[in-house]
């Protein structure tokens, strides 16, 4: 089975803060994918990137960056000069390969970011 | 074109009636995708289809009924619900299953009475 654990249930930062919001995966695969969704109050689910398991290389386009550590099972999403526009909810998912999880994109409980202007 | 697209976006429904979500893609994708998703809760996957065909049912109630009448849609017909079925439906689609992108629809607001 696998698991998303996004330890942080709320953040609330000031305007031009830089926010990290965390992400733990659990998977007996060596194959799989990590992604992180930005879910506005509207609903829909805003994809943001895209890693897979044999890339670590870390990403930043933007404001965002991620950083991706297979050796402490994490991906975590960093907003540097955090915005009233990034309040949303974020999603950490993952997909993977194997056995009973084939197929399915597993997320985590989710982080509801909240700026303050 | 690279949406999916979900109507309606609002239903309200009696806990006697029959209605449909619809939901439709063209970009190729060929698996296809339902998320149920309540409030300050992630999504939770309920079917799975590929190439048309069911291939995942998550031990969702009959009440709720998916059918794949072609590659592009996707419908979930809906019949006796109950008020704890009010959420936000998600639908979405991939290349293939357990592929690397999924497109997500901005989802179906069910509030049932």
């Known amino acids: 089975a696998q698991k998303v654990t996004q330890a942080q249930t709320e953040i609330s930062v000031v305007e031009k803060e830089d926010v990290t919001l965390d992400c733990v995966y659990e998977?007996?695969?060596?194959?799989?994918?990590l992604f992180w969704y930005k879910q506005p109050p509207s609903g829909e689910l805003v994809f943001l990137i895209r890693r897979n398991s044999f890339d670590e290389q870390n990403e930043i386009s933007g404001r965002y960056s991620w950083n991706f550590q297979k050796s402490t099972s994490s991906f975590n999403f960093t907003i540097t000069a955090s915005q009233v526009v990034d309040s949303a909810v974020y999603f950490c998912a993952l997909s993977s390969f194997g056995g009973t999880s084939y197929g399915k994109l597993t997320f985590g409980q989710g982080t509801i970011l909240t700026v303050h202007p | 074109d690279t949406e999916v697209t979900q109507t309606p976006k609002h239903l309200v429904m009696g806990m006697t009636n029959k209605k449909s979500l619809k939901c439709e893609q063209h970009?190729?994708?060929?698996?296809m995708y339902w998320y149920k998703q309540k409030a300050k809760k992630p999504p939770e996957l309920m079917f799975v289809y590929s190439y048309e065909k069911l291939s995942i049912n998550e031990s969702v109630p009959s009440r709720f009924s998916p059918e794949c009448p072609n590659s592009s849609l996707l419908n979930l017909h809906l019949h006796a619900l109950q008020p704890e079925d009010s959420a936000l439906y998600l639908c979405?689609?991939?290349?293939?299953?357990?592929?690397?992108?999924?497109?997500f629809g901005s989802g179906t607001r069910l509030t049932v009475v």
């Open positions: 970009m190729g994708h060929r698996a």
């Open positions: 998977t007996r695969d060596t194959t799989y994918y």
């Open positions: 979405a689609s991939s290349q293939a299953v357990a592929s690397y992108g999924y497109t």
